[in-house]
């Protein structure tokens, strides 16, 4: 496994019963079970969870003719990114939404290198957020 992998990354558990997010990662590993609100476990009795590994951030998708794709925590954030790398406002009418999951792993953004890397590599490489992470403008 890349020495990489979990950099920028999250684990988040899902309750079996509704499917809710939940955030466990301070809590002691032998702390069971975990009971989610509607009833359903988190953890369960015997240590079972259900989780996936998420990017800290989300990430939207700005078509403003252009396509950027940028890391930020919600539409705001997403539009003072855009005004300071490109140092002019965001059209009113540009599209601004958040990105699914599978297409974060999708591999469709071409390097300089010619190679195709997802969203996820580059937010692995990241020091900061909120960043532009691509644009067709490149
Ligand atoms: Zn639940």
Redesign the pocket.
Known sequence: MNENFMRNMKVVNY??????VHNIGDRHPSEKPIM?????Y?VTPSGKVQFAILPVTSVFKVDDGERHWIAAKDVDEVRTVYNAVYDETLEDDAVIEPVALDVLRHPFISTEEGRKVSLIDIIRDQNDFPALLASSVW
């Open positions: 309750c079996w019963t509704c499917h809710k989610c609100e509607c009833g359903g988190v």
